[in-house]
């Protein structure tokens, strides 16, 4: 098989953003995490965003703040809501941490 082909760096690529959090025992952490996970996924960067956080995606502690920001976009009228943010929070909610 050609090099070309071959993945020998499997590591977490680094994040084309930085994920502004707060110290994780500050009283937002969480529900700067979750919305640093849901970001992330927009951009295909969950990897990068679990490594930020230190939380994995799906993980239940931070699901009362994923359906939060669930409710908030899906209480918007259609024409100004973010469906891919949509799509993600779903996403985070079937998944099992």
């Not at 590591?11 to 025992?25: C, G, K, M, N, Q």
């Not at 970001?39 to 956080?53: F, H, P």
């Not at 703040?65 to 949509?86: A, C, F, K, M, N």
């Amino acid at each position: 098989m050609s090099r070309a082909f071959v993945k020998d760096d499997a590591e977490v690529p680094e994040p084309r953003r930085s994920y502004a959090l707060p110290p994780p025992d500050a009283p937002g952490y969480e529900e700067a995490a979750a919305r640093a996970l849901l970001e992330a996924a927009r951009l295909g960067e969950t990897a990068a965003a679990e490594k930020a956080t230190g939380l994995r995606w799906g993980d239940p502690a931070l699901r009362p703040h994923v359906e939060r920001v669930l409710q908030q976009e899906t209480s918007r009228p259609e024409t100004e809501r973010d469906h891919r943010l949509i799509q993600v929070a779903r996403r985070f909610l079937r998944a099992e941490g």
